[in-house]
């Protein structure tokens, strides 16, 4: 009944331009490679579905988390160290992290739910920080400053050391993570989240329980985070500290944003335009990286309040309103002032 409900309640245009758009971004991945750098290509993927995790929980569920970093670096190194020490095929140690991930977020996120606003986020920042401490004492597991270092990828022993079949090899596990997200955002439980994020008081008294959807919520987004992470780490055979620091926290949130918080394809293309511009910027041997992404997030901000994405949204809706008045018939032409009787004279009265 629900289903019906949603189904009847969305806009036909967007129900009609769904597949369309699924069909088109996935004929995109399987071409990136060839448009663009192969490595640039899965760093692209991996963020994509980091950042549209992290939209899980700001845009459907309303928490701005500054501590996902937490989750991508610490699956980063458990792929990592799985990859290493067991020889096991990459999509297991992917896998194997992102258990980790999900499973360290229990107890963080049983802590963080019960603030919110910017007290979320701040609590959500300080277990970061303590994340990124231990990686950085825990010198014998993770190497510490020098990272963690020749990550293999094995699958079953084909050679993976090429970065376009690596990509071909690590794409399914993007794409599954962006299909988990498409369907938990289009399930009943993505509208309670949406409720919550709403009216989280009017949630509560209707009966939802608040803080276990947002602790469900906070987990699955820790896992699909380290999902990303995992993969990452692998393409790139290293895992750093960078990984795990504050700023990639707030790198994910910047790329939300510029897409459009609450949009699943918005948190992907604000993570290939992050990237594209990062890696156009190192390879031409600029040095202000920062102060034009910094710019341009500024600048997105400012003019399109809803990201690009849902500015693109709008256009697009803009467009088909006009397209419909221009294809309504012309309205029929008012009619005209009904004729006068004639007035009687004298000379016809005298008849």
């Known amino acids: 009944m629900i289903r019906m409900f949603l189904r009847h309640t969305e806009p036909a245009g967007r129900r009609s331009l769904r597949y369309p758009l699924l069909a088109a971004g996935l004929l995109l991945a399987l071409a990136l490679p060839w448009l663009i750098y192969p490595p640039v ?6 963020w994509a579905l980091f950042a549209a995790a992290v939209d899980l929980l700001l845009g459907y569920t309303g928490l701005l988390s500054f501590g ?95 970065p376009f ?12 993570g962006l299909w988990v997200l498409w369907r938990i955002v289009h399930s009943p439980f993505g509208h309670v989240l949406v409720a919550i994020r709403d009216n989280s008081a009017r949630a509560r008294a209707i009966g939802y329980p608040v803080e276990r959807y947002k602790l469900l919520a906070f987990v ?16 790139h055979g290293f895992a750093s500290l960078q990984e795990v620091n504050w700023t990639t926290s707030g790198k994910a949130v910047m790329m939300v944003v510029l897409g459009g918080i609450g ?29 034009v992404t910094g710019t341009v997030f500024v600048l997105v901000v400012l003019l ?5 994405w849902g500015a693109a949204r709008q256009l697009g809706a803009a467009a088909d309103r ?15 002032p009904e004729p006068a009787e004639p007035i009687p004279t004298s000379s016809t009265t005298a008849r």
Do not use: K
Not at 41 to 46: E, K, L, P, T, V
């Open 220 to 235: 699955l987004s820790a896992a699909l985070s380290g999902l990303a992470g995992g993969l990452f780490a692998i393409s």
């Open 322 to 336: 006009a397209l419909r008045r221009s294809r309504r018939p012309p309205p029929p032409p008012p009619a005209g």
């Open 304 to 308: 399109f309040r809803q990201g690009l």
């Open 68 to 162: 996902h970093a937490a989750f991508w670096g610490s699956s980063a190194y458990a792929a990592g160290l799985i990859a290493i020490h067991s020889g096991l095929p990459f999509p297991v140690a992917v896998l194997g992290g992102a258990v980790l991930a999900a499973v360290l977020a229990v107890p963080i996120g049983y802590l963080c739910v019960r603030n919110s606003g910017i007290y979320f986020a701040m609590v959500t920042l300080a277990f970061a920080q303590m994340v990124y401490f231990v990686a950085n004492q825990w010198r014998a597991v993770t190497g510490g400053e020098n990272g963690l270092q020749g990550i293999p990828r094995e699958l079953f022993g084909l050679d993976l050391s090429d």
């Open 165 to 176: 079949v690596f990509y071909y090899a690590g794409l399914p596990i993007v794409l599954l």
């Open 41 to 46: 290509a899965m760093d692209i993927a991996c």
């Open 263 to 291: 949009t699943l394809w918005g948190s992907t293309l604000g993570a290939a335009l992050v990237v594209q511009l990062e890696d156009y910027l190192s390879t031409s041997g600029f040095d202000g990286i920062g102060i």
